[in-house]
């Protein structure tokens, strides 16, 4: 069927755009915190989503803005479990990506219609390898560099010489773990992680290296995510670095368009 992403709800072509709405349930994220926290308002943004155009959905319950505090499982799961209740029965040919680093709540939620696991630490928890390897969800694994945690504060002004090289080796790392697991590589989205852990310069150059990143790693641009939305990384390069997240989605517009042109298929946004 051409270019294409396995899930847990079949397959999702990638010949064309696929974006991933992204839905928090948290009282704290950068950008919304607080506005979806209840079931009702996170399925009206659910359905908002999908209409403007989202073909999947991703999901989150912990924040991980910086210095954002770490949030347990049972809660990060009372935060979940109504709304994907909600969308199993309201949009139930929506495939479903739940953001977590946290093997109980992923476990708990394929059990309950999630298809597609998204991790921002790149699985490096074996729980987690475990729960994406013994079934068919998609796979979404995020590079990250935040010292002490995904909550870490920012090193976004540092002097950085912005090589790529370092962001390079750890993709390869994380294809390498899930690989090595037995997770399908048509299951397989690797993620960037703009923003997380690391500085601008280093954004910068990342962002510059995207025309050569699938060569470098020797994986398909099309299984490649870009999750920009909203962040600061945005407002730098505009020359706007006080421009608040929720502002910035013309910005991750044009971004998505710079990627478009170079073969990327798959975004994760706030906004479609």
Same mark, same amino acid.
């Given at each position: 069927?051409?270019?294409? #992403?396995?899930?847990? /709800?079949?397959? !999702?072509? @990638?010949?064309?755009? &696929?974006?991933?709405?992204?839905?928090?349930?948290?009282?704290?994220?950068?950008?919304?915190?607080?506005?979806?926290?209840?079931?009702?308002?996170?399925?009206?943004?659910?359905?908002?989503?999908?209409?403007?155009?989202?073909?999947? /959905?991703?999901?989150?319950?912990?924040?991980?803005? =910086?210095?954002?505090?770490?949030?347990?499982?049972? !809660?990060? #799961?009372?935060?979940?479990? =109504?709304?994907?209740?909600? @969308?199993?029965?309201?949009?139930?040919?929506?495939?479903?990506?739940?953001?977590?680093?946290?093997?109980?709540?992923?476990?708990?939620?394929?059990?309950?219609?999630?298809?597609?696991?998204?991790?921002?630490?790149?699985?490096?928890?074996?729980?987690?390898?475990? +729960?994406?390897?013994?079934?068919?969800?998609?796979?979404?694994?995020?590079?990250?560099?935040?010292?002490?945690?995904?909550?870490?504060?920012?090193?976004?002004?540092? +002097?950085?010489?912005?090589?790529?090289?370092?962001? !390079?080796?750890?993709?390869?790392?994380?294809?390498?773990?899930?690989?090595?697991?037995?997770?399908?590589?048509?299951?397989?989205?690797?993620?960037?992680?703009?923003?997380?852990?690391?500085?601008?310069?280093?954004? &910068?150059?990342?962002?510059?290296?995207?025309?050569?990143?699938?060569?470098?790693?020797? #994986?398909?641009?099309?299984? /490649?995510?870009?999750?920009?939305?909203?962040?600061?990384?945005?407002? #730098?390069?505009?020359?706007?670095?006080?421009?608040?997240?929720?502002?910035?989605?013309? @910005?991750?517009?044009?971004?998505?368009?710079?990627?478009?042109? /170079?073969?990327?298929?798959?975004?994760?946004?706030?906004?479609?």
């Amino acid at each position: 069927m051409g270019k294409a #992403w396995l899930t847990g /709800l079949g397959a !999702l072509s @990638l010949e064309e755009p &696929l974006f991933l709405g992204i839905l928090n349930i948290t009282p704290d994220s950068f950008s919304d915190g607080g506005r979806f926290l209840e079931p009702q308002a996170a399925l009206a943004q659910a359905g908002n989503l999908v209409a403007k155009g989202a073909r999947a /959905l991703d999901l989150g319950a912990e924040s991980t803005r =910086p210095g954002a505090a770490a949030v347990a499982p049972d !809660l990060e #799961w009372a935060r979940l479990k =109504p709304v994907l209740g909600l @969308l199993k029965a309201h949009l139930p040919g929506v495939p479903v990506s739940l953001d977590t680093r946290h093997a109980p709540v992923a476990v708990r939620g394929l059990a309950h219609g999630t298809t597609i696991l998204n991790d921002v630490t790149g699985f490096q928890d074996p729980a987690m390898l475990d +729960a994406a390897a013994t079934g068919t969800c998609g796979v979404i694994a995020m590079r990250s560099l935040t010292a002490g945690g995904v909550y870490a504060m920012p090193r976004y002004d540092q +002097a950085d010489p912005g090589q790529p090289e370092a962001a !390079l080796a750890e993709l390869r790392r994380i294809r390498d773990r899930l690989l090595g697991a037995g997770v399908a590589p048509e299951r397989i989205l690797l993620d960037p992680g703009f923003g997380f852990g690391t500085t601008y310069a280093g954004d &910068l150059a990342l962002w510059r290296a995207l025309d050569r990143l699938p060569a470098a790693l020797e #994986w398909p641009v099309e299984r /490649l995510c870009i999750g920009v939305s909203r962040k600061r990384f945005l407002a #730098w390069r505009a020359g706007q670095k006080s421009l608040p997240a929720e502002q910035r989605d013309d @910005l991750a517009a044009a971004a998505h368009q710079e990627a478009l042109a /170079l073969g990327y298929r798959v975004f994760r946004t706030h906004r479609i």
